[in-house]
């Protein structure tokens, strides 16, 4: 058994796959397997993976033979995992040098808590690296290992798979698997959090998370697919259903919702303008279906929005937004 397994899901990366495999490989802790999972891409990437294994024992390739998404590509490499723990890798990204041998040395300070967060950093193709605006949540002190009760601020984080270590008969016995469509993350990764009875924290950049600009990243494209964060969220909510002892985080996690799903329509080039209103509608659908006793909207613009939205008021909401718009451009002026 490897204390690691890497979990990278392969699709249309040839660019960029060579250096994350290397970042993988390049560690300076060995004991770890790569399953790499080939998503039926339709590039040479099969072919590459292939290459790379007859090199190094390390890497097993699974050749998917239909193209599945992301996140059912992780749950075929999971399947077959034998690490002690677990870490996902987008293949467009790479792991940082030394990130495993810091991570064990965490894992084992901790003794092998159910998660490990690290951080992560953003590069761009003009060769800047812009660490995540999460680093102080790393700074803050606090007890080394703890549940969500003792660091809440966890969950206002990004909400990603690929920053932290899992220990995989944790997953195993919370049944964590990743879902079809868009947000994949979102219904592992709330359930993860709030169920691990002891986490840790590692302050040290883990991945580079890279900034396509040829429009490599499908959640800046603009899709009815965005649409998928509504059933995702319903799954995190099924998950609370199931586990009364967590009901006092509904209002939190409800909140987290309201914010994502406010970012969604909200960012450039992802609902198309046709499909804005009936965003608003599903939501308003969604919110108050979902909507906990003791909920408390946040102040200022934020809470304005959320509830605009969260009440299906697109018309308001686009007014309220393009006022905050002419004021930011008065006061460059």
Same mark, same amino acid.
């Given at each position: +058994?490897?204390?690691?397994?890497v979990?990278?899901?392969?699709?249309?990366?040839?660019?960029?796959?060579?250096?994350?495999?290397?970042?993988?490989?390049?560690?300076?802790?060995?004991?770890?397997e790569?399953?790499?999972?080939?998503?039926?891409?339709?590039?040479?990437?099969?072919a590459?993976?292939?290459?790379?294994?007859?090199g190094d024992?390390?890497?097993?390739?699974?050749?998917?033979?239909?193209?599945?998404g992301?996140? *059912?590509a992780r749950?075929?490499?999971?399947?077959v995992?034998?690490?002690?723990?677990? !870490?996902?890798?987008?293949?467009?990204?790479?792991?940082?040098?030394?990130l495993?041998q810091?991570?064990?040395? *965490?894992?084992?300070?901790?003794?092998?808590?159910?998660?490990?967060?690290?951080d992560?950093?953003?590069?761009?193709?003009?060769?800047?690296?812009?660490?995540?605006?999460?680093?102080?949540?790393?700074?803050?002190?606090?007890?080394?290992?703890?549940?969500?009760?003792?660091r809440?601020?966890?969950?206002?984080?990004? +909400?990603?798979?690929?920053?932290?270590?899992?220990?995989?008969?944790f997953?195993? #016995?919370?049944?964590?698997?990743?879902?079809?469509?868009?947000?994949?993350?979102t219904?592992?990764?709330?359930?993860?959090?709030?169920?691990?009875?002891? !986490?840790?924290?590692?302050?040290q950049?883990g991945v580079?998370?890279?900034?396509?600009e #040829?429009?490599g990243? !499908?959640?800046?494209?603009?899709?009815?697919?965005?649409?998928?964060?509504?059933?995702?969220?319903?799954r995190?909510?099924?998950?609370?259903?199931?586990?009364?002892?967590?009901?006092?985080?509904?209002?939190?996690?409800?909140? *987290?919702m309201?914010?994502?799903?406010?970012?969604v329509v909200?960012?450039?080039?992802? !609902?198309?303008p046709?499909?804005r209103?009936?965003?608003?509608?599903?939501?308003a #659908?969604?919110?108050?279906?979902? *909507?906990?006793?003791?909920?408390?909207?946040?102040?200022g613009?934020?809470g304005?929005?959320?509830?605009?939205?969260?009440?299906?008021r697109?018309?308001?909401y686009?007014?309220?937004?393009?006022?905050?718009r002419?004021?930011?451009?008065?006061?460059r002026?």
């Amino acid at each position: +058994m490897s204390r690691f397994t890497v979990i990278v899901p392969v699709y249309q990366v040839r660019e960029y796959l060579t250096e994350c495999l290397e970042s993988v490989l390049a560690q300076s802790f060995g004991d770890f397997e790569l399953i790499a999972v080939d998503d039926r891409s339709p590039d040479d990437c099969g072919a590459i993976l292939d290459g790379a294994a007859r090199g190094d024992e390390r890497i097993r390739v699974l050749h998917l033979p239909e193209n599945v998404g992301l996140g *059912r590509a992780r749950n075929a490499g999971l399947e077959v995992a034998t690490g002690e723990y677990v !870490i996902f890798l987008d293949s467009d990204d790479t792991l940082t040098p030394g990130l495993l041998q810091a991570v064990d040395q *965490r894992l084992r300070a901790g003794e092998d808590p159910d998660i490990l967060v690290y951080d992560y950093a953003r590069t761009y193709a003009d060769g800047r690296v812009v660490r995540a605006n999460s680093a102080p949540v790393f700074a803050r002190s606090g007890p080394a290992v703890f549940d969500l009760d003792q660091r809440p601020d966890l969950l206002e984080l990004l +909400m990603v798979v690929w920053n932290k270590a899992y220990r995989r008969d944790f997953v195993a #016995e919370q049944g964590l698997t990743f879902p079809a469509g868009y947000y994949e993350d979102t219904p592992w990764t709330f359930p993860a959090l709030l169920a691990a009875g002891r !986490i840790t924290l590692l302050d040290q950049v883990g991945v580079h998370y890279r900034q396509r600009e #040829e429009g490599g990243n !499908i959640l800046a494209t603009a899709s009815r697919k965005h649409f998928d964060v509504f059933d995702q969220y319903d799954r995190v909510f099924a998950f609370l259903d199931s586990r009364p002892d967590l009901d006092r985080w509904r209002p939190v996690v409800y909140g *987290r919702m309201l914010h994502h799903l406010n970012t969604v329509v909200s960012k450039p080039g992802r !609902i198309p303008p046709g499909d804005r209103r009936e965003y608003f509608r599903r939501a308003a #659908e969604h919110c108050a279906r979902l *909507r906990p006793a003791g909920y408390r909207p946040p102040a200022g613009a934020d809470g304005v929005r959320t509830e605009l939205l969260s009440n299906g008021r697109y018309t308001t909401y686009q007014a309220v937004r393009a006022l905050a718009r002419t004021r930011r451009v008065l006061r460059r002026g």
